[in-house]
């Protein structure tokens, strides 16, 4: 079993395999390296740089126990034996969010569906772990006050494109959950909320980076829709440390588990509050939906998980609230 515990004095990591995180140039994935690091573990990541960078890896390059491979993950010549021979996989790697999947659908699709496929089969010839990265996406326009993982799920048709996303990574839980009951592959499956913290960039839509980089250029912060709908953020400290329990804990196996922040806050008060911290003379700008994402755009209101199994599971609650995750981003 895994056993992550402070920094081991073993150059060969805790238990002498590698951990391989996908995606581990990106947000999530680096500051999962750098802990795994810190525990004592061997980390070979692999990421083909599409949105991650080798800069979130500075901390991570200066380890020993670390390596990297630049590449697509279905791509990687010797995956199926860079598979067996870890002690676990972490499979990051994808196209991430709605305004990603707006603007290159295909790419996002087939990237989320054909990586995830390659580690599972890669995983199917050893038996080697794998935890497969979801998204809150998947509830869809549920509209439920919290989301629980065995809720129904509530996705728009499939001729609005914004729905391609958790689509994708809905298929992907489907198939994760097939290679557990028909091949045994241990798979524990993480649905992570808004995660939030240093080294996310704003390229991609985020909001909280996209928000504070305007406040920042004194330019207007511009909300979507009446800025009512409200979201859970939690501190990416917060997700990892969540991730690395699961990863401890048998129980996972064969699960889906809600991992973010209960607490709620609306968009637009969200805009404030950054304004506010960044002391900036910004205003916030009401923009519709259509505008930024052409027409017949959905989003959901509120988005808020359920955390009870992550709790049972983990004994884990996020800590971080707001304004520690705004100073944070801030430096104020
Ligand atoms: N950040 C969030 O709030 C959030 C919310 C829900 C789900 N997630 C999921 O968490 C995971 C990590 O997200 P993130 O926020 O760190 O995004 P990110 O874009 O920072 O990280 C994704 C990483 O995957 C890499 N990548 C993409 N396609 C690849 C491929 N084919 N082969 C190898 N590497 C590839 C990118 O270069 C990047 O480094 C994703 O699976 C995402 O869907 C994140």
């Known amino acids: 079993m895994l056993h992550f515990h402070p920094a081991s004095r073993h150059d060969g990591g805790v238990h002498g395999k590698p ?3 996908t995606g581990g ?4 994935g680096s500051h999962l390296t750098d802990r795994l690091l810190e525990a004592g573990e061997q980390v070979i990541v692999v990421d083909d740089l599409s949105t991650g960078s080798r800069s979130n890896l500075s901390l991570a390059e200066r ?3 670390f390596s990297f491979r630049a590449c697509k ?14 002690a676990m996989v972490v499979h990051l790697a994808a196209v991430v969010g709605v305004e990603q ?3 290159s659908p295909i790419r996002t699709i087939e990237t989320n569906l054909g990586e995830t496929e390659a580690v599972l089969a890669a995983a199917s010839h050893s038996g080697t772990p794998v935890l497969l990265a979801s998204t ?25 494109g914004r729905w391609s996303y958790a689509c994708s990574k809905l298929i992907d839980e489907f198939l994760a959950m097939a290679y557990y009951r028909e091949r045994g592959v241990p798979v524990r499956i993480v649905r992570f909320f808004n ?6 960039t704003g390229a991609y839509g985020m909001v909280i980076p996209r928000f504070v980089d305007s406040a920042r250029a004194g330019l207007p912060v511009r909300v979507y829709g009446d800025g009512r709908q409200s979201r859970c953020f939690c501190h990416v400290a917060d997700s990892v440390e969540a991730v690395l329990r699961l990863m401890n804990s048998p129980e996972a196996v064969g699960q889906v588990v809600n991992v973010g922040n209960d607490q709620s806050v609306e968009i637009r008060e969200l805009a404030e509050r950054v304004i506010q911290v960044t002391r900036s003379a910004s205003r916030v700008e009401l923009v519709a939906y259509e505008t930024v994402f052409g027409p017949g755009f959905e989003d959901m209101r509120h ?7 992550l709790e049972r599971l983990t004994g884990f609650r996020p800590r971080r609230t707001l304004d520690e995750i705004l100073k944070d981003l801030t430096g104020a």
């Not at 809150?136 to 609005?160: A, C, H, M, N, R």
């Open 25 to 28: 140039a990106g947000f999530i």
């Open 195 to 200: 995660t939030v913290g240093p080294r996310q």
């Open 101 to 103: 999947v707006m603007r």
């Open 19 to 21: 951990i391989v995180v």
């Open 73 to 86: 993950v279905s791509e990687c010549h010797d995956l199926e034996s860079l598979v067996a021979s870890a």
């Open 63 to 65: 380890n020993p126990r």
């Open 136 to 160: 809150s996406e998947v509830y869809g326009k549920s509209s439920q006050p919290e989301f629980s993982e065995t809720d129904d799920l509530l996705i728009g048709p499939s001729t609005l």
């Open 303 to 309: 988005r808020k998980p359920s955390l009870k199994l």
